[in-house]
């Protein structure tokens, strides 16, 4: 099977992502999402990626305008569904969240169509079941800034069907990815299993007070020669991502990651500082102190 129809369900920052550049790269997307507010906000991340496109990629004016016109936007998951090869899950870090758009998807989607999660922690197998087709699940999972940090892992569970697996291996390659097959399940794949902990130790430091924000970043970049810093990082990620997996581990009994995840609801998600996207997050943008000429030497 040729995958032609994709939908991506969850139209947030990376949610909008996978959708502008599986359509770039010539697919026709469709767009779900749980009303008309999440819709237009979608739209306009779909405008500002438009403009990225163009300024990372030299993309022309008429190459993101035909990504554009290969999307349709949808609040009714039957109608966005109805054509769908592959659908692409990308809702919230939230279980209860994800079981019951799965179970929900089950109904509406054709038998033909094969099922991806974009889960940054969770494990296909958590869902299999409430897919209704479990040998047709599987994880994708992309790195925020698709365009330009454009790795895709894939990841099945014990019971994909070998053939699916390979055939979502064949369209990530087919929309610009580097293709990252994992051959057993892992929480947090490659990346995460590695990321995760890192950005979580950065926040721990801060609600500890032992350092402030520019504090860490600058110790990170300059003693490795990275150009951000973790917080630098988390702010392009979301800070409701942030606040998403230490509320889970801390709704699990961690002490830690209770205190982490209200010190991350008052002090950020309340005041509307969610990242780069809002403008507001541990840093100002559009031009935030770590890129100012000096950060690393003061």
């Known amino acids: 099977m040729n995958f032609e129809h994709i939908t991506v369900a969850g139209s947030g920052v990376l949610g909008s992502q996978i959708a502008f550049q599986t359509a770039f790269k010539g697919f026709q997307v ?5 009303n008309e507010e999440a819709i ?11 403009v990225r496109y163009q300024e990372d990629l030299k993309a022309t004016e008429e190459e993101v305008n035909l990504a554009y016109n ?9 109608e ?30 054709p038998d033909k ?9 969770m ?15 599987l994880a994708l999972h992309f790195a925020n800034e698709i365009w330009l940090n454009n790795t895709a892992e894939i990841m099945k569970h014990p019971n994909t069907e070998k053939s699916v697996f390979e055939l979502v291996i064949d369209f990530a390659k087919a929309i610009g990815m580097v293709a990252l097959p994992l051959q057993r399940e ?22 500890k007070k032992i350092a402030d924000v520019e504090t860490i970043d600058k110790t990170w970049m300059i003693a490795t020669g990275a150009p951000k810093g973790p917080f630098a990082i988390l702010d392009i ?10 509320n889970a581990k801390g709704e699990a009994g961690n002490e830690e990651f209770k205190k982490l995840a209200n010190y991350l609801k008052s002090e950020y998600i309340e005041k509307g500082k969610l990242g780069a996207e809002t403008k507001q997050g541990f840093y100002s943008y559009p031009d935030p102190s770590y890129l100012q000429p000096g950060f690393l030497e003061s």
């Open 30 to 34: 469709a767009v779900y999402d749980i």
């Open 40 to 50: 237009d906000r979608a739209k306009n991340r779909m405008m500002n990626l438009k």
């Open 70 to 78: 290969r999307m349709s936007f949808h609040t009714d998951l039957a």
């Open 80 to 109: 966005a569904v109805k054509d769908a090869d592959l659908v692409i899950e990308a809702v919230p870090e939230i279980v209860d969240v994800k079981m019951k758009f799965y179970e929900q998807l089950s109904q509406v989607a």
């Open 113 to 121: 169509t094969i099922f991806a999660t974009n889960s940054s922690t």
């Open 123 to 137: 494990l296909p197998s958590q869902f299999a079941e409430a897919t209704g087709r479990p040998h047709k699940f």
């Open 186 to 207: 892992q929480p947090g794949y490659i990346l995460n299993s590695l990321l995760v902990p890192f950005l979580e130790a950065a926040q721990m430091l801060l609600v």
């Open 237 to 246: 990620v979301g800070i409701n991502t942030a606040y998403n997996i230490a």
